[in-house]
Nanobody, 123 residues
C-alpha cells in the first residue's frame, strides 16, 4: 500500500519560512519523480515544484522561483519543500505527489498523492 505523508505545515507570518516534508512508503522511492502542489481555498490545485528521480532536475512555478526549494533524500524516502518569504496568498493545503516519470514537468501526471498539510500565512 502506497502512502505519502506530508508534515511541517502550520501558521507562519508573511515573510516567514516553513519546511515541508513528505515521507513515503510502499513504493520504490528512488524510481519516482516527486512533486509538490497546492490548493488554496476556493481555487483549483496548482503546480508548485517537481524533482527528478535523482534530484538533479527541478521545475518551479514562476510564482515561487527564487523563494522555494524542492529537494529529496532517497535514503530516507523523503522529499522536502523549503519555503521562504511566504506570502499571505500562498495559504493553501500543500500536497506531495509521486509519479513514474523520471523527470516530471509541471504538466506531468502524478500517480500517487498524499492527503496534504495546511500552510497558513498571516498578513
Amino acid at each position: 500500500q502506497v502512502q505519502l505523508v506530508e508534515s511541517g505545515g502550520g501558521l507562519v507570518q508573511a515573510g516567514g519560512s516553513l519546511r515541508l516534508s513528505c515521507t513515503t512508503s510502499g513504493l520504490s522511492f528512488s524510481n519516482y519523480g516527486m512533486g509538490w502542489f497546492r490548493q488554496a481555498p476556493g481555487k483549483e490545485r496548482e503546480f508548485v515544484a517537481t524533482i527528478s528521480r535523482g534530484g538533479d532536475t527541478t521545475y518551479y512555478a514562476d510564482s515561487v522561483k527564487g523563494r522555494f526549494t524542492i529537494s529529496r533524500d532517497n535514503a530516507k524516502n523523503t522529499v522536502y519543500l523549503q519555503m521562504n518569504s511566504l506570502k499571505a496568498e500562498e495559504t493553501a493545503v500543500y500536497y506531495c505527489a509521486a509519479g513514474r516519470a523520471a523527470v516530471p514537468t509541471p504538466t506531468t501526471g502524478m500517480n500517487y498523492w498524499g492527503k496534504g498539510t495546511l500552510v497558513t500565512v498571516s498578513s
